[in-house]
């Protein structure tokens, strides 16, 4: 199907995907920039902050990540944060322009003792003005409609990779699991976010996989964080035999795509901007991304920074937005 509006299509076929994966590339730039235009100011980028509450010593063997107990990745554990250090960073993260702050926990699922600590952390920040997200592992229903409740705006989870890789790189919890915990957020009526991480060594099916599964999820979700592999020392896809960085092109055609799939979702360039140029982030932002995560760091690796932002933005002619800016139905 090739698509040239934003009308939303929630019956994507793997092999249509994977046309649009194959396009020449400035003809899939040109489609993902039209469609862009039709929904969102192509000039205007959401901004949001994320802060670790609960870091490391995390139960699941996610193959990347540097939180995992079985990983043997250089990290400071830290139990689960006080409110008032939340909301100063919260504060601390209003005053640098970000929208949304987004709280992160390294655990399988919340545990019923933790509840009333993240409802408060959650009304807190909402009463500075700010939208609130967390990403906490899976949720049951009733943890799902307590947070909304507090005031939860956006929730966090991914489906990380195409169900056909996801077993290379998660074990503890089933690619089911994430739809179930996907179905609970968006029943609590809260805003879902969704997306995964390229570069792990998936072909481009799985790539157009995961896409097509996001998009044709019973509603699309709101946010789409696009992750590229960050390499983490003592995590097993750091370690694995022949693994090399995802073409830079490869990573603008599966933004491309990813906006072109979902095309009122607020596609999120994510992890992995620290190392990517001035030029391939101006060519994801073309490519319809249109959010990324602010400061000087993500969870616990590195992030680009405040000033390498505002003089990418200043150069590009972006200005930060909170994330209501859509311009067209
Ligand atoms: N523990 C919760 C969970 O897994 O749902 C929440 C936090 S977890 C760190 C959130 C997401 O960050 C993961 O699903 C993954 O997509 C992304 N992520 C983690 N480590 C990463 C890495 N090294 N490179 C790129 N993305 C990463
Ligand atoms: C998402 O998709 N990316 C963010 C957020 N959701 C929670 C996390 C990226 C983590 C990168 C590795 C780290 O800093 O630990
Ligand atoms: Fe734990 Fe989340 Fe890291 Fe997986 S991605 S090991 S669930 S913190």
Redesign the pocket.
């Known amino acids: 199907m090739m698509s040239s509006n934003s009308e939303i299509c929630n019956n994507w076929k793997l092999d249509e995907v994977e046309a649009l994966f194959g396009l020449p590339f400035n003809d899939l730039l040109f489609q993902a920039q039209t469609i862009h235009r039709q929904t969102f100011d192509p000039n205007k980028v959401q901004v949001s902050t994320l802060l670790s509450i609960k870091t490391g010593g995390?139960?699941?063997?996610?193959k990347?990540?540097?939180?995992?107990a079985r990983?043997s990745a250089d990290l400071e554990r830290e139990k689960l944060a006080e409110v008032d250090e939340v909301l100063e960073a919260a504060m601390e993260a209003k005053r640098s322009g970000s929208s949304r702050f987004c709280m992160?926990?390294?655990?399988?699922n919340p545990q019923g003792k933790d509840m009333e600590r993240l409802l408060t952390m959650v009304s807190g920040v909402k009463a500075l003005g700010m939208e609130t997200c967390m990403t906490l592992?899976m949720l049951t229903q009733h943890q799902a409609d307590k947070l909304k409740k507090a005031g939860l705006d956006y929730y966090n989870h991914n489906l990380d990779t195409s169900e056909a890789y996801y077993e290379k790189v998660?074990t503890t919890?089933s690619y089911q699991d994430r739809l179930d915990t996907l179905d609970h957020v968006r029943d609590a009526g809260l805003n879902v976010c969704s997306g995964g991480i390229v570069g792990m060594g998936e072909s481009r099916q799985d790539r157009a996989g995961l896409l097509a599964t996001l998009a044709n999820l019973p509603k699309q979700p709101d946010s789409v964080p696009i992750n590229r592999l960050v390499r983490v020392a003592g995590t097993p896809l750091d370690e694995m035999e022949g693994l090399e960085e995802l073409d830079p092109l490869e990573f603008v055609r599966t933004i491309a795509v990813a906006r072109i799939l979902m095309p009122k979702s607020w596609v999120r360039l994510s992890a992995g901007r620290e190392s990517m140029s001035d030029e391939l982030q101006a060519l994801c932002f073309a490519a319809g991304a249109n959010s990324i995560f602010s400061g000087e760091q993500l969870l616990t690796t590195p992030n680009a920074g405040e000033k390498s932002d505002a003089s990418l933005f200043a150069k590009l002619g972006l200005e930060a937005t909170a994330g209501d800016n859509v311009v067209l139905g």
């Open positions: 995390c139960s699941e063997d996610c990347y990540c540097s939180q995992s990983n992160g926990a390294a655990w399988r592992g998660i919890r």
